[in-house]
Nanobody
Framework: QVQAVESGGGPVQAGGSLRLSCAAS????????MGWFRQAPGKEREFVGA????????WYADSVKGRFTVSRDNAKNTVYLRMDSLKPEDTAVYYC?????????????????WGQGTQVTVSS
């Protein structure tokens, strides 16, 4: 069973940048749209962004549009989340997952193969 393995999180000051990575373990993400979600303390997990297998199509939450960029390197079987102009409200655990159906792009029920997440902490 393929699982996502996230990395690249850490502490950062407001206005700074981070790039998260999501690698496949035990298989590949071949042919699948991949998504990023995040969960802040005391809040539900929310959609951040997603990218199609070809990389041609991307989707973003309004809260990150223009600041975050999802990309992928299929040769390396890795998906990335570039985060710029970070804000304290971006503090959360960030997760990567594989999309099951086009009907579920924006909701966590539409994904499987969740990773353990990587913590991002933005200080003001």
């Amino acid at each position: 069973q393929v699982q996502a393995v996230e990395s690249g999180g850490g502490p950062v000051q407001a206005g700074g940048s981070l790039r998260l990575s999501c690698a496949a373990s035990g298989g590949t993400f071949s042919g699948y749209t991949m998504g990023w979600f995040r969960q802040a303390p005391g809040k539900e997990r929310e959609f951040v962004g997603a990218i199609s297998w070809s990389g041609i199509s991307t989707w973003y939450a309004d809260s990150v549009k223009g600041r975050f960029t999802v990309s992928r390197d299929n040769a390396k079987n890795t998906v990335y989340l570039r985060m710029d102009s970070l804000k304290p409200e971006d503090t959360a655990v960030y997760y990567c997952a594989r999309r099951l159906s086009s009907r579920g792009t924006y909701v966590e029920e539409g994904y499987d193969c969740w990773g353990q997440g990587t913590q991002v902490t933005v200080s003001s």
